[in-house]
């Protein structure tokens, strides 16, 4: 059994960086970098860029709503026209920075509420996973587990990448807790990583109301905010080692 983790980084803009991306560039095997939607500029992608080169860090891009000062939190009323050019957008820059530091572009994942909302919304969903296959059809989608996004990056004819969570909790319909609900985060790191045995091991987790709904796993997201988070990552991949599931980054349809 093999796994893959990946982290949200290059959420910074100039000289100012948030998390903790050059520690746990060592660490992960996928960095999902911001493209300038909710975090991100020309400065910081190209150091992100360069970091994850650097380590063998499978990169990927991570395009969200237009919402700085929201954090790409907050849900915009924007068409699947909208979407569509707003990912050959923010997609396109980080390829650009790809390309110059030759280095593939390896997946995208999107980021916050339009990851949310393309978990549930067809229109939106096909929307993304379009501007993924017209850009470039190898690169892998990564997406919630058994969400209409995956879906639709199946119908495009794309790689999908199932993706859970290592410190997010469930509700019954397997959507993620809001974060407006206190219970949205998990805090203690052994149930977190109880969780993400469960879900590798079990191909099940448990919701809230302690509903158990089947999961399967292809990539763990672990976020690198939290002043904790490279002792997590260090704990999480030796926990999955002693369980024989190898950490690895995900292959691309031509590779």
Known sequence: ?????????????????????????DVIT?????????????EVMDYTVRLAKEKGVAIGAH???????????????????????????????????????????????PHGALYNVAAKDKSIADAIAKAIYDLDSSLILYGLAGSELLTAG????????????????????????????????????DKAVEQVKQIVLNKEVEAIDGTVIPMIADTICVHGDSSKALSFVLRLKEELHQAGIKVTSLRRKNE
Request: proline letters at 3%.
């Open 63 to 109: 395009p969200s709503y237009p919402d700085l000062v929201g954090f790409g939190r907050r849900y915009m009323g924007l068409s699947p026209e909208e979407i569509y050019r707003l990912m050959i957008y923010q997609i396109g820059s980080l390829q650009a920075f790809c390309s110059v530091h030759n280095v593939s572009l390896h997946h995208v994942k």
């Open 30 to 42: 996928s960095a999902n970098i911001a493209c300038g939607g909710h975090a991100g500029d020309s």
């Open 1 to 25: 059994m093999y796994i893959d983790l990946n982290c949200d980084m290059g959420e910074g803009f100039g000289v100012h960086s948030f998390g903790l991306d050059d520690e746990l560039m």
């Open 154 to 189: 199946k119908a495009r004819g794309l790689a999908i990448a199932s993706e859970v969570f290592a410190d997010r909790t469930y509700q019954a319909d397997g959507s993620l807790t809001p974060r407006n609900d206190e219970r949205a985060l998990i805090i203690d790191s």
